[in-house]
């Protein structure tokens, strides 16, 4: 149980155009969804998080206009990156968790990752 | 959060025990002690988390000090699909409705090799 799809694995586009990537939790009700982004040989860096049905929170120094994020239902998220450049060529990876009464929530569950190459 | 500190890397031989050490000397008494691996190309996967008493999966066991100012992650028969970063991160535990964000150190490279 608990898994989580991405998609596209891999994409590649032009600089200057969008790039929308898909965040499905497959078997359970992702309240929270979270978006992050690695670059090689470097640690997961948390972009947002999303709660269904409401606006996202970005981390410091994260562009909020050019990272769209969506989350408009209990298992899908969206990430557009807007305006793609060569840097921000990454890989971008979702997590989810879900909320149940009675019992705290430790685990997040992730994606297979999506390889973004900006050209 | 708290932070955490972990050896850049270790090795271990294929069958063996792998013990990952972790520091977090400055947790706080609601923190909980997560571990999570990433495989090369993959997205992290959750392995086992503890708050104080020892914790065992059928991944691993984690054995906090009694102090909680460190941990050990077992892994007790590490096969070379164990090849993976570890990471040791610390945080509050969720509450009802909510969910901690988690903060990604540069964890630990275990290789085992064969």
């Known amino acids: 149980g608990a898994v989580v799809s991405q998609h596209p694995s891999r994409v590649i586009c032009k600089s200057g155009t969008s790039v929308k990537i898909e965040c499905r939790s497959l078997?359970?009700?992702?309240?929270?969804m979270f978006w992050y982004r690695q670059f090689p040989k470097k640690s997961l860096m948390l972009m947002a998080t999303s709660n269904e049905g409401s606006k996202a929170t970005y981390e410091q120094g994260v562009e909020k206009d050019k990272f769209l994020i969506n989350h408009a239902s209990l298992t899908l998220s969206t990430l557009t990156v807007t305006s793609a450049h060569p840097e921000d060529s990454s890989f971008y990876i979702c997590?989810?968790?879900?909320?149940?009464?009675?019992?705290?929530?430790?685990?997040?569950?992730f994606g297979p990752g999506t390889r973004l190459t900006v050209t | 959060d708290a932070k955490t500190t972990q050896p850049p890397s270790m090795d271990c031989a294929e069958g063996r025990a792998a013990n990952l050490p972790c520091n977090h000397s400055?947790?706080?008494?609601?923190?909980?002690v997560y571990w999570y691996r990433q495989i090369h190309s993959q997205g992290p996967q959750y392995i086992i988390h503890?708050?104080?008493n020892n914790e065992t999966n059928e991944m691993a066991s984690l054995i906090i000090t009694e102090d909680r100012k460190s941990s050990t992650l077992i892994l007790p028969h590490a096969t070379l699909r164990d090849t993976a970063v570890y990471y040791c991160i610390v945080k509050e535990g969720a509450t009802h409705g909510a969910n901690s964000k988690l903060t990604f150190g540069k964890g630990i490279t275990l290789s085992v090799r064969p």
């Open positions: 078997d359970f009700q992702a309240t929270t």
């Open positions: 400055t947790i706080s008494g609601n923190e909980y």
């Open positions: 503890g708050l104080k």
């Open positions: 997590s989810a968790s879900f909320a149940t009464s009675g019992r705290a929530i430790h685990e997040q569950y």
